[in-house]
């Protein structure tokens, strides 16, 4: 069975300054899929960024970055520039290749301070 | 392009009540899964429907059922309601192949009394 855990519930940063959310996951599969999604108040989850685990090149899209470290079964995402709106919860997620089922975290709300 | 949608957006049930909670897929998608998120946790997979079968289940009681029609939408049918069954439920639609490219709904809350 996948795991994933986020150990910050809580996290803050001022507007414009670089904010790091981390997550850490426990998977004996070789193929799987790394995931942080965001959960404004309007409820749905919108996909932030996403990695294969057999690449070892981090993912980028735009402010966003990930700081995956395979043998430590580490998985940070980092924002850059943080906005107004990316104020939410974040949720790191799992998925085993050839399987449907996400695991989630228990998620971190960021906050942005003007 | 309508994205998922999901109907009611609230709603409150007794509990030992039976609720039906519905799910539009995002244009071009055919296959849906649901998760239930109780307060302050992440979502839990429940189940996913391809092709009107259901193809793989969460750790979730028999109370929790569901149903895909030939449009792709679907059904997530919940008996005997507990109140522990209260929790937002999500529906996520995708399409076959496509990589796990997950569209999420806004959810329905569920409140149970």
């Known amino acids: 069975a996948q795991t994933v855990t986020q150990s910050q519930p809580e996290m803050s940063v001022q507007e414009a300054e670089t904010v790091t959310l981390s997550c850490t996951y426990d998977t004996s599969e070789s193929d799987y899929y790394l995931f942080w999604y965001k959960q404004p108040p309007s409820r749905q989850m919108i996909l932030v960024i996403r990695?294969?685990?057999?690449?070892?090149q981090n993912a980028t899209e735009n402010r966003f970055s990930v700081n995956f470290q395979k043998a430590a079964k580490s998985f940070s995402l980092k924002i850059s520039d943080s906005q107004l709106g990316d104020a939410a919860m974040y949720f790191c997620a799992s998925l085993r290749f050839g399987n449907e089922k996400l695991t989630f975290g228990t998620g971190t709300r960021l906050t942005i301070i003007p | 392009d309508a994205g998922v949608t999901q109907s009611p957006t609230h709603l409150i049930k007794t509990r030992g009540q039976q609720v039906t909670l519905r799910c539009s897929p995002k244009s071009g998608h055919d296959t849906v899964s649901w998760y239930q998120q109780a307060l302050g946790q992440g979502p839990q997979f429940i189940f996913q429907y391809y092709e009107e079968e259901e193809r793989q289940r969460g750790n979730f009681p028999d109370r929790f059922s569901g149903h895909q029609f030939p449009n792709y939408s679907s059904e997530l049918n919940v008996n005997a309601l507990l109140l522990g069954d209260s929790a937002l439920y999500l529906c996520?639609?995708?399409?076959?192949?496509?990589?796990?490219?997950?569209?999420f709904g806004s959810g329905t809350r569920l409140t149970v009394v």
């Open positions: 996520a639609s995708s399409l076959e192949g496509a990589n796990y490219g997950y569209t």
């Open positions: 990695q294969e685990a057999y690449k070892q």
